[in-house]
C-alpha cells in the first residue's frame, strides 16, 4: 500500500507514511492509522494546533500541526510554518552580493 518508502517522524515517534504532498508550501504526510496505532503512535494530542519537530527522509524541520483528518483508514496530518533546521547558510553569509 505504502508508495513512499521515507522515514518519518513526527516528534520523535515514527509514523508509516502512506503518501507526503506540498501544497501552496504547507506539508501533508498521509498515515496509515491501523498501522500508526499498532506501532504506538499517540493521535491524542495530535488535533491541536502545535508546534512539532518532523523528520522527513533524514531532513528535520520544525512545524505546526494545522489540522488532522481520517478517511478511509488514513490520516492526513496538515504542517504549515515549516522551518528547515540547519539552514543558517541559506540565513548568514550565503547571499555573494
Request: hydrophobic content about 35%; charged content about 30%.
Amino acid at each position: 500500500m505504502s508508495r513512499d518508502d521515507r522515514s518519518v517522524t513526527i516528534d520523535g515517534a515514527r509514523v508509516p507514511v502512506v503518501q507526503i504532498d506540498r501544497i501552496d508550501g504547507d506539508v501533508i504526510v498521509s498515515i496509515d492509522v491501523a498501522t500508526a496505532v499498532r506501532e504506538g503512535f499517540e493521535f491524542t494530542n495530535i488535533w491541536q494546533c502545535k508546534r512539532v519537530t518532523v523528520s522527513i527522509s533524514g531532513r528535520e524541520f520544525a512545524a505546526t500541526i494545522t489540522n488532522c483528518s481520517i478517511e478511509h483508514g488514513v490520516a492526513a496530518i496538515g504542517l504549515t510554518d515549516c522551518e528547515l533546521f540547519g539552514s543558517d547558510t541559506d540565513r548568514d553569509g550565503g547571499d555573494s552580493r
